[in-house]
């Protein structure tokens, strides 16, 4: 047994009193960095405390807001391991030889100053309270310095039997830097994000919390930028343990694709076949390069990685990819002497991918439809066929089709990855997605970016297996058309309305409300509706209910117009209109199923969207923030 580099017993109990809005939304807590940071002001009056002093040089940015939250989040892993580990597959107490917990994240900015924090306080709680109750050592997995992507800390927490789940310091998709956001989400021990039985218990003890305990500032920096092991305590049974961020992802990578047909594929074209990742100074950064130079060998002639550097700040960028955000991409991907034959992106903790072929776009819900139409062919890991696939209800229905031609069963699922994950774990679902440009599988429990970009170049590779040099290659463009004419095509569009008054927003939803039980129809007689509902959704693995998940407006052609409050922004409300319009191929509809704008086909739906919801009366937003 290693010696412990720090065996003090001496923890500091502070008194707090619970603060408001710490409450876990579908992808965890997210706030202003502003809201988490002590001002100027307060920095200068604390400069004169002694603890200050102590602790300032790991952690000065840090107010009671994190201490609070990290707080709860123990006294909920406390909870766990005191009662023997209910809920671990049956797994009795007797059988865990030590507590795992991993801590990752998309290297944002206070993310490291927050690990150092939260490792403090849980080795104040083990030595403590822990310790005394479980008689077990804990292993703290630390992604090396602090940066491992959303998707593979869920491979991280299942691969190492993480018995207490792993904490992913996130706010994805969102800005970061001191003008920023910073998050934090939970994900349980199957690698899944927490189900709202879990948050709900987290929240409940934010606004329960007493007290929070540390070490008073004296337990040791840790350098999370060095691989290795060190060991605390007495008897050396706290493990702090920082690990590689890409190799075990990387790995599972290799089990589910074949890198030899892709590789093979790249080689063959590497005069025709260019393709251009932009990374966007988020985590896609550390894992890019291994990926597409080192494992699948492409050409400094193939490959351009944009914005390849993980920064805090991502640049000053908005890592969200997609055609607004990622604009420096698309630019490259529209200019009509671009040499890309693909393109691809993927946002702040890389669980989101945004797919273009050459002056085309592939919209995520046709992304979903098309991976699943060739998964059995070309992705190994689904040649012996798919369990299942579903969708987000406002995702498209365009998966739908696909499903049933092939005989699969589908589920349509509220927003949020956990829903997918515990279909997963009944053995129901082997491909998903979102149409907020997220595709998985259960390879993990998260949506991975770089998966689907695999995909996609698993399903060129296959298209091209008889090609030569020579041969002009079966593009993105082709690939997506060609589904087109078997399956038809929806026609599809979201408009973002960020930051919204949060009562607004609600009234608005209220008023669609009063449409639903078939009352639309009768107001507005020249319109061909179906039918008007408010989602609701019964989990199928634990009974738990989900309501008030969007408002649908179905038509009788299969179109849809969907309104939902969006629960990822930090502040205010965000309100998402998805408009649907389905048009089945023919000879006669050839023009407009290949049709390359969308907003002329979708207008009229778009339209009556805006003047059922009375969205710019109720909310005095003229226009979307985003349209995609």
């Keep these: 047994m290693s010696t412990p580099s720090f065996t003090s017993t001496k923890t500091q109990s502070h008194s707090t009193k619970p603060i408001q809005n710490q409450k876990m939304g579908t992808s965890g807590l997210r706030k202003r960095v502003s809201a988490i940071s002590y001002t100027s002001t307060e920095m200068e009056n604390l400069s004169q405390s002694e603890y200050y002093r102590k602790i300032a040089s790991k952690y000065p940015h840090l107010n009671n807001y994190v201490r609070n939250f990290l707080g709860a989040l123990i006294l909920y892993l406390q909870e766990w391991m005191g009662s023997c580990a209910l809920g671990l597959?049956?797994?009795?107490?007797?059988?865990?030889?030590?507590?795992?917990?991993?801590?990752?994240?998309?290297?944002?900015y206070l993310n490291r100053e927050v690990i150092q924090l939260f490792v403090e306080m849980l080795y104040a709680c083990f030595v403590d309270k822990l310790g005394d109750e479980t008689k077990k050592p804990m292993r703290i997995f630390i992604a090396q310095n602090g940066t491992m992507s959303t998707p593979a800390c869920s491979n991280f927490i299942r691969e190492n039997a993480c018995n207490l789940g792993g904490f992913i310091l996130t706010a994805s998709h969102n800005m970061a830097g001191p003008n920023g956001d910073w998050g934090i989400k939970y994900n349980n021990q199957h690698g899944s994000p927490a189900t709202e039985r879990i948050t709900d218990r987290i929240y409940e003890f934010t606004q329960s919390i007493q007290t929070y305990t540390d070490m008073n500032g004296e337990f040791p920096q840790i350098d999370i930028g060095k691989i290795g092991i060190t060991t605390y305590g007495e008897n050396s049974d706290f493990i702090v343990e920082i690990v590689d961020p890409v190799s075990h992802w990387m790995q599972l990578m290799r089990e589910v694709f074949d890198f030899v047909m892709i590789s093979d594929f790249l080689q063959l074209h590497r005069k025709r076949f260019a393709f251009i990742f932009d990374c966007m100074h988020a985590v896609s950064g550390v894992y890019a390069r291994k990926l597409f130079v080192d494992e699948l060998g492409m050409?400094?002639?193939?490959?351009?990685?944009?914005?390849?550097?993980?920064?805090?700040?991502?640049?000053?960028?908005?890592?969200?990819?997609?055609?607004?955000?990622?604009?420096?991409?698309?630019?490259?991907?529209?200019?009509?002497?671009?040499?890309?034959?693909?393109?691809?992106?993927?946002?702040?903790?890389?669980?989101?991918?945004?797919?273009?072929?050459?002056?085309?776009?592939?919209?995520?819900?046709?992304s979903l439809s098309i991976i699943v139409d060739y998964a059995d062919k070309c992705i190994p890991l689904f040649k012996h066929g798919l369990k299942g696939v579903a969708r987000s209800m406002p995702t498209s229905t365009s998966v739908d089709r696909v499903a049933q031609a092939k005989n699969i069963a589908l589920y349509e699922v509220p927003t949020g990855w956990k829903y997918f994950g515990n279909l997963m774990d009944s053995g129901k679902l082997s491909i998903c997605g979102e149409e907020s440009f997220g595709t998985g599988s259960d390879h993990i429990r998260e949506k991975d970016g770089l998966f689907a970009v695999l995909a996609w170049l698993s399903i060129i590779a296959y298209e091209n297996r008889n090609t030569t040099p020579n041969d002009d290659i079966v593009g993105v463009k082709e690939i997506v058309q060609k589904h087109w004419k078997q399956y038809g095509r929806s026609f599809y569009c979201r408009y973002d309305y960020e930051e919204v008054d949060s009562t607004a927003a609600e009234k608005m939803m209220e008023h669609l409300r009063t449409l639903v039980e078939g009352r639309i129809a009768q107001a507005h007689p020249k319109y061909n509706f179906g039918s008007c509902e408010e989602f609701k959704y019964v989990d199928q693995n634990d009974g738990s209910e989900a309501d008030k998940q969007g408002i649908i407006i179905r038509f009788t052609d299969g179109s849809r117009i969907v309104f939902r409050l969006s629960g990822t922004g930090s502040s205010g409300a965000t309100i998402r209109c998805y408009i649907e319009k389905y048009v089945q191929y023919s000879i006669d509809a050839h023009n407009t199923v290949m049709n390359d704008k969308s907003q002329e086909v979708i207008k009229g739906l778009a339209d009556i969207a805006l003047e059922l919801s009375r969205l710019a009366e109720l909310t005095q937003r003229e226009k979307p923030s985003v349209i995609t």
Aim: hydrophobic residues 30%.
């Design 89 to 108: 597959d049956g797994t009795e107490d007797e059988q865990i030889e030590e507590w795992r917990l991993l801590i990752g994240g998309d290297g944002r």
């Design 299 to 366: 050409t400094p002639e193939q490959l351009t990685l944009c914005n390849e550097q993980a920064l805090e700040d991502f640049g000053g960028m908005h890592p969200d990819p997609n055609l607004v955000y990622a604009k420096n991409l698309v630019d490259k991907m529209f200019d009509s002497n671009s040499r890309y034959s693909m393109g691809a992106a993927s946002d702040g903790d890389g669980d989101r991918n945004m797919i273009l072929g050459n002056q085309f776009f592939v919209t995520p819900s046709d």
